[in-house]
């Protein structure tokens, strides 16, 4: 069974940093995009950041030049460093993947369980 785990929510006053990890496990022939989304109390969930298998970034304006979204493909695992960060960054905060299995027999979207991240002013 495929299976993405997220790590690394909590609490932070603003202005302060969290690094939140994703990791892919199970039976996985390739992983190709990444995201990062997030949900915030009330509103629909939101991409924050894209990372293909080749490196390739992608942000939503909102977090531009605070995020910083990273892989390691030998340890199937993503990364979401966040930098001064603001009580409207306030989210559970969602890992997705497309990948291929083992056996290839098409692509699948997973998703993750979600960590929240709670920033204080």
């Known amino acids: 069974q495929v299976q993405l785990v997220e790590s690394g929510g909590g609490l932070v006053q603003y202005g302060g940093s969290l690094r939140l990890s994703c990791a892919a496990s199970?039976?996985?022939?390739?992983?190709?995009?990444m995201n990062w989304y997030r949900q915030a109390p009330g509103k629909e969930r939101l991409l924050v950041a894209t990372?293909?298998?080749?490196?390739?970034?992608n942000y939503a304006d909102s977090v531009k030049g605070r995020f910083t979204i990273s892989r390691d493909n030998a340890k199937k695992t993503i990364y979401l460093q966040m930098n001064s960060l603001k009580p409207e960054d306030t989210a559970v905060y969602y890992c997705?993947?497309?990948?291929?299995?083992?056996?290839?027999?098409?692509?699948?979207?997973?998703w993750g369980q979600g960590t929240l991240v709670t920033v204080s002013s």
């Open positions: 199970g039976s996985i022939f390739r992983v190709n995009d």
């Open positions: 990372v293909t298998s080749g490196g390739i970034t």
């Open positions: 997705r993947a497309v990948l291929i299995p083992i056996p290839p027999v098409e692509s699948l979207e997973v």
